[in-house]
């Protein structure tokens, strides 16, 4: 006798228990169990029901199968089910990341979209995380007999639906009742079907399409791309344009032809604040078959978006980091704006790179990938200068206007002339000239709160997180401290130091300290602040904008979120505050992250018909960088970068890991660090062929995180099957010795040197 088995992959367990188990597919359940399917698992020797995923189906002879078997408790609906490519790109992130199964499950789909274990009548059983709005769907199945004679309402239902279904809704519209569908469905004229009921997230946006006019240089750009798009093979380029060169122009004539071809495109952006003006473009240009992926959405709005592209209803994607898991069929055009952003890349489990995962794409769906920058990251511009990427290039700004004209303020001037302020007198001056010419300003302060440390004057104490090795930032509107990562707060504001009773003295600045400099200086000024803390209302990102937009503010302060993407016609200055902590910032790309900001912030300024300026405020004016980001010279600083890389074995030239080992007590962590050092040499000396360096362990840069310990190990080494093959060999051993109890083991493979 024949048995019918799903392996499959359990939720919550870790890195070391994570494998395929084994289940009996009951009789009810056959038939209902493929690969891809959601399902519930009794497991461990309490049988607790747990969520999984099969994998696989497969058959075995009974006296072949495991001894013991359990059966599975309960399956998904066909909906939940992960299709072929959604699965093939689970197996890709639990081969490239070391995630488990089950974390890739939950990148792979959103949470609107999963199930959860439930009891019912005592029996476990899978439930939706979330009830569904649906509406009735109907359609014409007979026609209106002769006799009785149908009335009025009954022959305007028939009528209103020759073209096709309508929802119950969209018939009300037109005065035809739900009794008069009703009646209609008892006699076998119409059929009605439950369908989610309709979200249209864009339905202020009108559609009116523009004719896509392409410049002489947007034309050849065009052209050089086209064959990738059209030959149905996978391709990857870059598109590197000096800021305000009109790159969205050509991804909308891409989009167009892809479209025209049968095929369908995903935009990505890498912040949430990028979406909205582009969805505007979209929207007014290709109509209602768009969706949107981030998260700002709540659960209900992702569900209904994901269900809208996997059901086909949706011609194009736009979103943030996770939208490059949409399940997008028949994908032609997959386009990577600002593809130099860190926020493509995650920073919890699974840690994927969105770059791999749209390269993945690209070849499982014959797709072009286009990557997009003003400032690419340097290992993208050497792959593209090397002949792995095709290089098109917009060297001038659309319409040929000049780049902004740039110059520095001298702080330390500044300090020495009595100026104690965060904003400078020439940048204060320059603000209400632009004010009284009816222009508007862009501030860059990638540092949000009021100030930023609280020290005791005599004895030197400072304020951190008891939970995090990090400052406290006071915020003055709660007039309390907060932990920017753990969320800590501190309430009232401490006046006296907890250590010697000495004062406190609050210093450094951020965001809500210079708005409140600003409108002291700028009294008549309207000034909107955007960062984390003023966003974090729904739609604030795009209600923000659209008012700047709309001129009901003169200057716009914000952290990074305003740097990229944004294009106001009436932005004409530019300023850049703080810059200088991030020169001198930890990681290998802290300059690649510096001229990347100040070239997109520069670049907001002047986009239309008035000429734009912008003032960099600095300690040192002469840093060679913030002179390459002034000239807008990438080529000069990648040359500069490039050999900096070079010399000190960085990537392109290496991939760089790291190795987080994390625990509740630092010594234990720190030993376990040590251990698997001494392993993973121990095993990569049985294999000479594999290039790698191991260095460390060491602290991260925030020690303490949540009351847990961190240590890291840094290896540079080339990211292979055989590189990764020892690494579980190592994980393995690590897993042997019971380290896990000590320390468990995170691994990153796109970070810049920490976690």
């Not at 030197?460 to 400052?471: E, R």
């Not at 840093?623 to 600083?637: K, N, R, S, W």
Request: aromatic content about 8%.
């Amino acid at each position: 006798m024949s048995l019918l088995l799903a392996r499959a992959a359990v939720n919550d367990a870790n890195i070391h228990f994570d494998r395929l188990y084994s289940y009996l597919i009951p009789a009810q359940l056959v038939g209902k169990v493929y690969p891809g399917s959601m399902v519930l698992v009794p497991f461990g020797r309490g049988n607790k029901a747990r969520m999984a995923v099969v994998l696989a189906v497969e058959e075995a002879e009974e006296a072949d199968a495991p001894q013991r078997l359990k059966s599975l408790y309960d399956a998904a609906p066909e909906e939940a089910r992960l299709t072929p490519d959604l699965l093939e790109l689970v197996r890709f992130l639990k081969k490239r990341t070391f995630c488990t199964w089950f974390e890739a499950v939950k990148a792979v789909i959103p949470y609107g979209a999963q199930y959860r274990p439930a009891t019912v009548d005592g029996r476990p059983v899978m439930q939706s995380r979330l009830t569904r709005s649906t509406e009735k769907l109907y359609t014409l199945a007979g026609a209106l007999p002769e006799k009785p004679k149908p009335g009025p309402r009954q022959l305007a239902a028939v009528e209103a639906l020759k073209n096709g279904p309508l929802t119950a809704r969209q018939l009300d519209e037109v005065g035809i009742s739900r009794a008069t569908l009703d009646g209609l469905v008892k006699k076998g004229i119409l059929t009605a079907a439950e369908q989610d009921k309709a979200l249209d997230l864009f339905a202020a946006i009108p559609f009116d399409p523009q004719p896509l006019t392409l410049s002489a240089e947007q034309q050849q750009v065009f052209q050089e791309l086209l064959p990738s798009l059209e030959d149905d093979k996978p391709h990857a380029a870059l598109l590197h344009g000096v800021t305000g060169s009109g790159k969205t122009i050509v991804f909308l004539r891409l989009i167009q032809r892809t479209l025209a071809l049968g095929r369908r495109a995903l935009v990505l952006v890498p912040e949430i604040s990028l979406t909205p003006q582009m969805i505007r473009r979209l929207k007014s240009t290709f109509g209602s078959r768009l969706a949107v992926q981030h998260s700002a959405l709540n659960n209900t709005e992702r569900l209904l978006q994901w269900r809208m592209i996997q059901q086909g209803n949706a011609d194009i994607v736009v979103g943030t980091r996770s939208a490059v898991f949409a399940p997008l069929q028949n994908l032609g055009l997959i386009i990577m704006d600002e593809e130099q952003e860190h926020t493509y890349q995650s920073e919890s489990a699974p840690r994927y790179d969105a770059h791999d995962v749209a390269k993945k794409r690209a070849v499982m769906e014959n797709a072009l990938l286009l990557f997009a920058s003003a400032t690419p990251q340097t290992e993208t511009y050497y792959a593209a200068k090397s002949g792995r990427l095709q290089l098109v290039e917009l060297r001038h700004r659309y319409g040929g206007r000049p780049l902004p004209h740039v110059d520095f303020i001298d702080m330390r001037a500044e300090l020495a002339a009595g100026n104690p302020r965060e904003v400078s007198v020439r940048l204060a001056r320059e603000l209400q000239e632009n004010l009284d010419n009816g222009e508007q300003s862009i501030l860059l302060l990638n540092r949000r709160g009021y100030r930023t440390i609280g020290m005791c004057t005599v004895c030197g104490h400072v304020l951190k997180c008891p939970n995090c090795s990090v400052p406290l930032v006071y915020h003055k509107p709660q007039q309390a401290l907060l932990c920017h990562h753990c969320g800590h707060t501190v309430q009232p504001l401490p006046q006296t130091c907890p250590e010697c009773g000495g004062k406190i003295n609050y210093s450094g600045f951020g965001t809500q300290r210079v708005e409140e400099e600003l409108a002291g200086l700028l009294p008549t000024a309207r000034i909107l602040r955007m960062d984390q803390d003023s966003t974090s209302r729904k739609d604030a990102h795009e209600t923000m904008l659209a008012q700047f937009a709309r001129h009901d503010y003169d200057i716009l302060l914000g952290t990074q979120m305003v740097a990229k993407g944004l294009d106001f016609e009436k932005v004409t200055l530019v300023g850049v505050l703080g810059i200088d902590s991030l020169l001198f910032g930890q990681g290998f790309r802290a300059y690649e992250s510096v001229f990347s900001l100040i070239t997109q912030v520069v670049g907001r300024g002047g986009r239309a018909e008035l000429p734009g300026r912008a003032l960099i405020q600095t300690s040192v004016p002469d840093h060679p960088v913030l002179q390459l980001a002034a000239a807008q010279d990438y080529e000069g600083f990648y040359r500069e970068e490039i050999t900096f890389r070079r010399f000190g074995l960085y990537p392109p030239f290496c991939s760089f890991v790291v190795i987080g080992f994390i625990g509740d007590q630092e010594g234990a962590v720190l030993i376990a660090a040590q251990r698997f050092g001494v392993l993973l040499g121990e095993h990569a000396a049985q294999k000479p062929d594999i290039p790698l360096r191991i260095l460390g362990p060491a602290p991260m840069n925030i020690t303490m995180l949540n009351n847990k310990f961190r240590y890291k190990l840094t290896l540079k080494c080339r990211n292979d099957a055989a590189f990764r093959a020892l690494l579980h060999e190592t994980l393995d051993a690590y897993d042997a010795e019971k380290l896990p109890q000590k320390a468990s083991v995170i691994l990153d493979f796109n970070s810049d040197g920490d976690l």
